[in-house]
C-alpha cells in the first residue's frame, strides 16, 4: 500500500472510531452508559475558563490505546478534525503547528509565534492576559520546547533556546509545570516575578501569585516512570489560577505521545496515552465543578503513522516521521457545542477567543 493510500485508510479509521464513540455517548441507555461518559455540565453560556491541551503526535489511532475502559475522551460533547500543513510543508513540524493552533497562522516548519513572513503574531494565551485573565501551562517536556514555545515566543528558530528564554522570561505563563532546569536562569525568573520551585509538594505551599515549578533538568521521565506528575502539575495550576476572578487559560502538552511515535515505541505510546487520558479526566471533572469552563483537545499532528492491524490492537508503525494526516479535536463544557466539523488548525484561536467573556 502506498503512503497515500496508509493515510486515507488511517483517516477513514479514526473517522469511524470517532463516529461510533460519539454514537455510543449519545444513545445508550443509562444503565450501560459507562463511567467515563456520563456527564453533568451545560454546555450553553459565556466560557470564563479555557483548558487547552494538545497530544503532540496524537491522531486518531493512538486515542484507542488508551482501551474501552474510562476512555474520558469519549466524554466529548463535539468532536471534529482539523488540518495540520504548515506554510511551507505538506507534514508539518510542532513548531509551525503549535504556532497555528496558538497564534491563528500557517507558518513555516521551525518558527515560533510568526508568520511566514516571520513577522511576530500574538498568541491566545498572551490577548487573553491582556484581557486579565489568568494563565499557565504544564507539559511533559521542557518549557522551551516547540509546542509550549508556541504560546510565549516569537522566534524564527526552534533551536533558539536562549532567545526562547528570553521570550519566557517577558511573556511566560503565570504559572507553569515543566521541565528545562538545565536551561533556566532561576535569577531571571525571580527578577520577573515568579516563585521558583522544584517539586509539586513545595508548590502546593504556594498560595498566590506567579509559580514556576521546574520538575526535571531536561525533559521529564517517561511514562509511566513519572507517576501522575502531570495530573497533580495540573490540579496545583488549576488551584492557583482559578483565584483569578475573571478567569484563566490553561495550556496542557502530553508532550511525549510524539517521542514514542518518532521512537516506533509501542508500549510507550500507549502509557502516554493513558497518561494523557488521565489529564483529560481531571480537567473534565474540573469543568464539572466549574460552569463556564471549556476543555478543548488536539493536536499539532499525527507521528510515526501509527496502524492497529490485529485483534490485540498491537501498534504498528509506518514511518519514524510525521505524517500529513488530519488529526481529531474533542471539545468539552461550556461552548462545546460552537465546535465542530473539519477546520484548518488556524481556526481555534478566534473560534476560542468568540466564546470568551471578556
Not at 509565534?113 to 500574538?122: L, R
Not at 498560595?207 to 497533580?232: S, Y
Amino acid at each position: 500500500m502506498n503512503k497515500q493510500k496508509f493515510a486515507y485508510a488511517m483517516l477513514s479509521i479514526g473517522m469511524l472510531l470517532l463516529l461510533f464513540s460519539t454514537f455510543r455517548e449519545k444513545y445508550a441507555s443509562s444503565d450501560s452508559t459507562s463511567e467515563a461518559t456520563q456527564t453533568n455540565v451545560e454546555q450553553v453560556g459565556k466560557v470564563k475558563n479555557i483548558i487547552f491541551i494538545i497530544g503532540d503526535g496524537m491522531g486518531p489511532n493512538q486515542i484507542n490505546l488508551v482501551g474501552d475502559s474510562a476512555n474520558n475522551f469519549e466524554r466529548s460533547h463535539s468532536i471534529g478534525f482539523s488540518k495540520t500543513y504548515s506554510a511551507s510543508h505538506r507534514v508539518t513540524d510542532s513548531a509551525a503547528g503549535g504556532t497555528a493552533l496558538a497564534c491563528g497562522v500557517k507558518t513555516n516548519n521551525g518558527v515560533l509565534g510568526m508568520n511566514a513572513d516571520s513577522v511576530p503574531v500574538n498568541s491566545i494565551m498572551y490577548e487573553l492576559s491582556q484581557s486579565g485573565l489568568a494563565t499557565g501551562e504544564v507539559a511533559s517536556c521542557r518549557i522551551t520546547h516547540a509546542t509550549p514555545a508556541a504560546f510565549y515566543a516569537h522566534q524564527v528558530n526552534r533551536g533558539m533556546d536562549a532567545e526562547i528564554l528570553q521570550d519566557l522570561y517577558k511573556n511566560g505563563p503565570d504559572v507553569f509545570v515543566a521541565g528545562g532546569n538545565k536551561l533556566i536562569s532561576t535569577d531571571s525568573l525571580q527578577k520577573a516575578g515568579y516563585q521558583v520551585t522544584y517539586s509539586l509538594d513545595s508548590m502546593a505551599n504556594i498560595a498566590k501569585g506567579k509559580v514556576a515549578c521546574i520538575l526535571a533538568e531536561e525533559d521529564m521521565p517517561t511514562a509511566p516512570f513519572r507517576g501522575d506528575t502531570i495530573a497533580q502539575g495540573v490540579l496545583q495550576t488549576l488551584r492557583l489560577l482559578e483565584k483569578n476572578e475573571k478567569g484563566f487559560f490553561l495550556f496542557i502538552e502530553g508532550s511525549q505521545i510524539d517521542w514514542a511515535g518518532h521512537g516506533n515505541e509501542g508500549e510507550r505510546m500507549r502509557a502516554e496515552m493513558k497518561d494523557i487520558n488521565r489529564v483529560i479526566g481531571v480537567c473534565m471533572d474540573y469543568a464539572d465543578k466549574h460552569p463556564g469552563t471549556l476543555v478543548f483537545i488536539t493536536a499539532d499532528h499525527e507521528t510515526g503513522g501509527l496502524s492497529l492491524p490485529n485483534e490485540e490492537l498491537t501498534p504498528t508503525f509506518s514511518t519514524g516521521s510525521h505524517s500529513g494526516v488530519m488529526v481529531p479535536f474533542f471539545a468539552y463544557g461550556t461552548g462545546a457545542d460552537k465546535l465542530t466539523g473539519i477546520h484548518e488548525n488556524t481556526d481555534f484561536k478566534a473560534l476560542l477567543l468568540s466564546l470568551v467573556d471578556r
